[in-house]
């Protein structure tokens, strides 16, 4: 294998007019680019005392990516140094062109009087700095170039410049014939794209190491934090296979491919590349150096460990057991425990697929907080949080444990871990039925910058929390009839998250469950029948639900009960609680349709006594309205009143506008059946009292423009306003019961007969 290498590790090559050595051997070569960067400094240290402190601070602040980043376009490059400082940028380039177009020896006394920025008592540059370590790396670069090399990187700076000029030229002709306002807009677009886009640069020869190190350090960080800054998937696999086809053994470049492959699902390409990466982590000692005769093993027990994450990923999950078992046997041969904490995380997300895996949660906690891992064990509190709030535990109980998390991500500035926490309560609040601590929650997330060091004028990372925090933040809006809030929401979660990167998906079910909801609200069902595939594709069970309730309100009652009892048994089966809850109140609902109210009372009971049991406050305050609503239709609803007050409070204060409807036509409803006992003048303030209720419900259901209710509501209020002998108002709102009756044809189903 050496021998193979060999060749390539001391011998110059020349692709596209770049001289370079392999990456190998040389850490760093001359190339046209760099030669102007080294003007750029010698000038800089010419015109040190005549420039501004702003001026210097702009061009220190350009320095460095510079330095680090790949090569540019010599005409990006200038763009870059005019907006910083014009005259130096003039500067620049008349030193380029006079070195351009003058002989190869004045190349030679250039490289010759850089040596001098070192000399003195009071050199220029300091040979540890930044500055002085590249000039040092060049110097040492062009004078290892033989001749002919030095020959071939004259002719190569040639080119550079000459290819400049004529884009100049070709700009001045086009200026000419462009008109000043297009002139102006395509000035601004150049603005605003920014001169220091890196990946935005496609790079024609090879990098050097440093570059390379740079480049990949720099697109990890912006995978993790903000995907949409990152090169798209193809162009940075491209970019990768450039270094791969140079550097093969670059095991980094690999693992940058793996999590390349991860954002497209690509499970081949990202086995192969995780692979490839702990095979080259092994064959170029890496790991052995750093960690003695343990590095061998050390890579393979967290190449185990890694493949049982991927293939955890993508729902492998007997292979992921397999992966993960091995692991935990060199981790256990090698009595590393830090490594079997690792394992033992991945064990609870395996063994939790099968069953409730509590105790090995809690055990990986405290080995965690043993081990000085904060990292694992606030991932592990986490996710017991998360599954105890499934389980139906005290709220209260859970934001202590929350806590005590965030005491650990503070002292160790976990920010990741912050985001995640604020994130989680969000989603629990939500749980709970507690729509404004939720707000609160999502709030805060997104009034927080974040602790990690992001780009210039970005206070936050596209993360998944964001992400989370930012649906829940829609749907809250669109609950309460902010439909153009909840648009602008999602339009913004489609420019930080758009529809190729990895947390896209979260974003598209609540725009689909949005546009459901308003769908049916308007009456529109062939709409919502039309959307039930999309989310279905997203949330298999949340499409099967959406189903459900479209055949429901399509009155095809057979068809609905089959598949709400199907849905009924898998979410019993997969224990997901707050979707049973849910498929039972539809249940009751279809009985309530085809007269059968006495079946839908053990079922409305049976949904309540889950919903106390799981601390799910606001979905038992939903069912005691149907309980209500029941005992209505069985003719006593002087106890449905009573069982009202219990429960419209948490509706009016944390539910969605149109439940809040909802819950006041109830009321009405309750009233008017209620006042029939009542002597004359009792019956009149009942009647008054409950138009009042039936104009607040109004009001609720046109804020969501839902115009069957709204229908409803009106029917209701013209009966009310005739036995009072208001003509007038009668008049009224039966016209425009008319109009919505029109536009809105009941379909055989009485007026009366339904709850929601």
């Not at 086995?271 to 093993?297: P, Q």
């Not at 160790?412 to 729509?435: P, V």
């Not at 006042?675 to 009292?689: C, D, P």
Request: net charge negative.
């Amino acid at each position: 294998m050496a021998s193979v290498h060999d060749s390539l590790y001391f011998n110059p090559m020349l692709t596209n007019g770049v001289v370079h050595a392999n990456v190998f051997g040389v850490r760093d070569w001359v190339t046209p680019h760099k030669m102007a960067l080294l003007v750029l400094l010698s000038e800089l240290g010419r015109a040190g005392p005549q420039l501004g402190l702003l001026e210097r601070r702009r061009l220190n602040r350009l320095l460095l990516p510079l330095l680090q980043g790949p090569d540019m376009a010599l005409s990006r490059l200038r763009k870059a140094i005019e907006e910083c400082c014009p005259q130096l940028a003039g500067s620049v380039h008349i030193r380029l062109k006079l070195m351009a177009e003058g002989e190869l020896k004045d190349m030679e006394q250039f490289f010759d009087d850089l040596s001098d920025s070192f000399s003195g008592t009071e050199p220029e540059v300091h040979k540890t700095s930044v500055v002085g370590l590249f000039l040092r790396h060049m110097i040492l670069a062009y004078n290892k170039l033989s001749f002919s090399q030095v020959y071939k990187l004259y002719t190569a700076l040639q080119q550079y410049f000459q290819k400049d000029e004529k884009k100049d030229g070709a700009d001045e002709n086009e200026m000419e014939l462009t008109n000043p306002e297009d002139l102006d807009g395509k000035m601004e677009k150049e603005e605003l794209d920014g001169p220091l886009r890196e990946e935005e640069i496609a790079c024609s020869g090879p990098l050097s190491q440093k570059q390379a190190e740079y480049f990949l350090s720099q697109q990890a960080s912006l995978l993790k934090n903000d995907e949409t800054k990152a090169l798209a998937p193809a162009s940075l696999q491209k970019e990768l296979n450039n270094l791969l086809k140079f550097n093969p053994d670059f095991a980094e470049a690999h693992y940058l491919s793996y999590l390349n492959s991860l954002r497209v699902q690509d499970v081949f390409s990202s086995t192969h590349s995780l692979l490839h990466y702990f095979d080259r982590l092994i064959l170029t000692g890496a790991e052995s150096k750093s960690n003695g005769d343990e590095g061998y093993g050390r890579s393979l027990r967290y190449a185990a460990l890694n493949l049982a994450a991927l293939h955890c990923r993508f729902g492998h999950y007997q292979q992921a057991e397999l992966a993960l078992q091995e692991a935990i046997r060199i981790a256990q041969e090698s009595n590393d425990h830090v490594c079997l904490q690792h394992c033992l995380s991945w064990l609870y997300i395996l063994e939790q697929k099968i069953f409730d895996s509590c105790v090995l949660l809690e055990h990986s906690v405290n080995k965690s907080l043993h081990f000085g891992l904060p990292y694992l064990a606030s991932l592990g509190i986490q996710s017991l949080v998360q599954q105890r709030a499934f389980a139906g535990k005290a709220a209260n109980k859970l934001m202590d444990a929350l806590k005590d998390s965030d005491l650990l991500h503070w002292k160790h500035s976990l920010s990741e871990l912050i985001d995640i926490s604020i994130a989680q309560k969000t989603a629990i609040w939500r749980l709970y039925g507690r729509s404004t601590m939720a707000l609160q929650q999502a709030q805060t997330l997104l009034s927080m910058n974040s602790l990690e060091a992001v780009n210039v004028g970005v206070q936050q990372n596209n993360t998944e929390s964001f992400a989370v925090v930012l649906c829940h933040l829609a749907e809250l809006h669109a609950e309460q009839g902010y439909f153009a809030a909840a648009s602008e929401i999602l339009k913004h979660l489609k420019e930080r998250f758009p529809p190729n990167s990895q947390h896209a998906q979260l974003w598209m079910l609540f725009d689909q469950k949005i546009q459901f909801e308003r769908a049916m609200n308007d009456g529109r069902y062939h709409v919502a029948d039309s959307l039930v595939a999309g989310i279905t594709a997203l949330n298999s069970i949340e499409g099967v639900y959406r189903k459900a309730i479209v055949l429901k309100a399509q009155n095809q009652m057979s068809e609905a009960h089959k598949l709400l009892q199907k849905l009924l048994i898998h979410c019993q089966k997969i224990k997901n609680t707050e979707m049973v809850i849910r498929v039972l109140l539809s249940i009751a609902e279809l009985y309530w349709r085809s007269s059968c109210h006495t079946i839908a009372l053990p079922v409305l009971l049976q949904a309540l006594a889950l919903a106390r049991e799981y601390s799910l406050q606001y979905l038992a305050s939903e069912t005691v309205l149907n309980l209500a609503f029941s005992q209505l239709i069985l003719g006593i609803p002087e106890q449905a009143l009573n069982i009202l007050h219990m429960a419209i409070e948490p509706v009016l204060a944390h539910g969605a506008v149109l439940d809040k409807g909802c819950a006041m036509f109830l009321v009405a409803k309750c009233q008017v059946a209620s006042a029939a006992s009542y002597t004359a003048q009792k019956k009149i303030e009942a009647l008054e009292s409950a138009i009042l209720n039936l104009n607040e419900a109004k009001n609720y259901f046109a804020k969501v423009d839902c115009k069957e209710q709204l229908r409803d509501v009106l029917y209701f209020q013209a009966r009310l306003f005739h036995t009072l002998g208001k003509t007038q108002e009668r008049n009224k709102c039966a016209m425009l019961f008319r109009q919505l009756h029109q536009e809105l044809p009941a379909h055989g189903v009485p007026l009366i007969n339904a709850f929601k």
